[in-house]
């Protein structure tokens, strides 16, 4: 069966970089689209990007443009998202959801998820 | 940016009661719209993709429909167990949105 394994909770201090993983098991992971979603406490869901681990290609809601940077390991399935120059406002909860379709007719909604990484910006 | 307007932001109903929550695009999605719900701590589920049609393991309480640019989601039988947050998300054209979120409660 499908799963999205994530990385643990970060406690990171402003100004500085993090990277969080997202470990795919029960499919192809070529074959689709990985995004990643933000949830700030108590917020509702943002779009941050996808990555097709296929080609490596990127998509990038413009808002974190510059913020948040894909990446993916083919032979490991797994999906990275590096966060740079934290502030307390990307203190949040960071998601990767599979999408469902193909390269060429994506579907653009999400039946798998990863559990979450909590991500904390404190000095 | 496509907005979805998402209403009400909370909801208290009865066991058993028909609950209706609905989204408004502010542009045409056509049927690119999903519904998740989500519970404290836990990642949103799939609920209805495609406007109208129930993702696996889903309870068919809970159906979808779309009237132009205005989607909603009912649950004809309330249960204990759909307490939670449930969202729409447009599919239609980056950046892919979300709803505000509904906040739905057990009265």
């Known amino acids: 069966q499908v799963q999205l394994q994530q990385s643990g909770t970060e406690l990171v201090k402003p100004a500085s970089s993090v990277k969080i993983s997202c470990k795919a098991s029960?499919?192809?992971?070529?074959?689709?689209?990985m995004h990643w979603i933000r949830q700030q406490p108590g917020n509702g869901l943002e779009w941050i990007g996808w990555?097709?681990?296929?080609?490596?290609?990127?998509k990038y809601n413009q808002k974190f443009d510059g913020k948040a940077t894909l990446t993916a390991d083919k032979s490991s399935s797994t999906a990275y998202m590096q966060l740079s120059s934290l502030t307390s406002e990307d203190s949040a909860v960071y998601f990767c959801?599979?999408?469902?379709?193909?390269?060429?007719?994506?579907?653009?909604?999400?039946?798998?998820w990863g559990q979450g990484t909590l991500v904390t910006v404190s000095s | 940016d496509i907005q979805m307007t998402q209403s009400p932001a909370s909801l208290s109903a009865s066991l058993e009661e028909i609950v209706t929550i609905t989204c408004q695009a502010s542009?045409?999605?056509?049927?690119?719209l999903a519904w998740y719900q989500q519970k404290p701590g836990k990642s949103p589920q799939l609920l209805i993709y495609?406007?109208?049609s129930l993702a696996d393991g889903v309870p068919s309480r809970f159906s979808g429909s779309r009237s132009g640019t205005q989607y909603s989601l009912k649950i004809s039988r309330l249960q204990v167990e759909d307490i939670g947050i449930y969202y729409c998300?447009?599919?239609?054209?980056?950046?892919?949105?979300f709803g505000s979120g509904t906040k739905l409660e057990i009265k």
């Open positions: 990555i097709y681990p296929g080609n490596g290609n990127t």
């Open positions: 495609g406007a109208t």
């Open positions: 542009q045409d999605i056509g049927n690119w």
């Open positions: 959801a599979r999408e469902d379709g193909t390269y060429y007719y994506p579907y653009g909604w999400f039946a798998y």
């Open positions: 029960g499919y192809t992971f070529t074959s689709n689209y």
């Open positions: 998300q447009q599919a239609s054209s980056a950046p892919l949105t």
